[in-house]
């Protein structure tokens, strides 16, 4: 899940000073998962396909896609 685990929501105060509000939550870079295909999804097909394949690849980062690519794979989004 790419929700984000909150650890904790604190208040800290001092004196003559506005109270500090401060959230701690779980940094989701470390576990996130290899990207594969990237979209850039506009909810368009006019004009919105890419020049790449979907082998392609520069300096190891997947081509971005686009609409019409998404409709042309095989790929769904379960809900």
Known sequence: SYLCRIYGI???TEPFRQPLYLMVMENQRIH???VV???????STLGRKSNHSDQETVS???A????VDFL???FKIQL
Do not use: N, R, W
Request: glycine share 4%; charged share 40%.
């Open 64 to 67: 971005i896609m686009k609409d």
């Open 60 to 62: 190891d980062v997947p």
């Open 32 to 34: 996130e998962p290899e």
């Open 10 to 12: 604190f208040k800290v």
């Open 72 to 74: 042309q794979s095989d």
């Open 37 to 43: 295909t990237i979209y850039d999804l506009k909810g």
